[in-house]
Structures are given as C-alpha cells and as structure tokens.
C-alpha cells in the first residue's frame, strides 16, 4: 500500500471521528423540549403547596383558598391545626374530563394526578395515604379542590 493511500484513509478516518464527535457533543448540548404547560404547572401547585404546608397551617389555608377552584369557592373548610403534604408521581398526571364533583364539570382542562398524602396536626403525622387529586387549568393557573382533612 502506498503512503499517500494510507494517509487519505487515515485522513478520512479522523474526520468522520470527528463528524461523530460533534454529533455527540451537538446532541447532548441540544435544548431539552420544554415541558407541557399542565405538568410545569402541576410541579409549580405542588412546590407551593408543600412550601406553605412547611410554613403552618395559617400559611396552607391562605394556599388552598387561593388555589380553590372558583367553580366550588364556596367548598372549602377549615385546616384548624391541619397541615397536608402532597408528593405527586408525576408520571400519573394525566387528562380526566369527565370528572363531575357534585354533577357538576368545573371549567377548564381537568387533570388527575396520584398523590402520597401526610397530614400532620402540631407538627405530628396523623395520617398517611396514597390517593388521587384533581387539578383544574383554569386562566393559565393550576386549580384544585381544598382538602378537608378534619372532616368539617
């Protein structure tokens, strides 16, 4: 084999290393997709919820009548000394239009979520359990349905 033949087949080696190279580098530099506006919202309630739940019950019944629904404003209750942590799999988020609390279909895109819910009184846990939330994109804004975890 001739010199110059070698050097060509390496120079056409080292380049499509190269190529590659940059391919990979390219694509794990790439811009993630961004993320549907249900789960970034969904992400965003819950951050809050569990902030304010960390804050005292005064703090999580400020969060909970200012996230309720407005459609069901008036089915809220007292937390007393309640607080509620919600921890989401997100993976369950997903779309539940036929939801109907009470017969009635609140407005907006309706969504269901699994959720691990603790509920602590005076810094206590008093509950543990998993279960499922409702959401609401109501306006741009994530809604939900107060807890009663007192029963009133």
């Known amino acids: 084999m001739s010199g110059s033949a070698g050097r060509a087949r390496n120079r056409r080696r080292n380049l499509a290393v190269a190529g590659v190279a940059t391919l990979l580098v390219a694509a794990g530099c790439a811009a993630r997709p961004p993320e549907p506006q249900p789960l970034r919202l969904a992400r965003q309630y819950f951050a809050e919820n569990n902030a304010a739940a960390r804050q005292g019950p005064q703090a999580q019944q400020e969060f909970f009548d200012r996230t309720q629904h407005p459609d069901f404003a008036d089915h809220t209750c007292a ?18 239009p036929a939801y109907a609390p009470d017969g009635v279909t609140p407005r907006g895109e309706i969504w ?23 959401l609401v994109l109501l306006d741009g804004r994530m809604r939900a349905f107060a807890p009663c ?4």
């Open 79 to 96: 937390l007393g000394d309640t607080t509620v942590e919600l921890d989401p799999a997100y993976s369950t988020l997903r779309p539940d």
């Open 112 to 134: 269901i979520i699994g959720v691990e819910v603790t509920t602590r009184t005076a810094g206590s846990i008093t509950g543990h359990q998993i279960g499922s939330q409702h």
């Open 149 to 152: 975890p007192t029963g009133d």
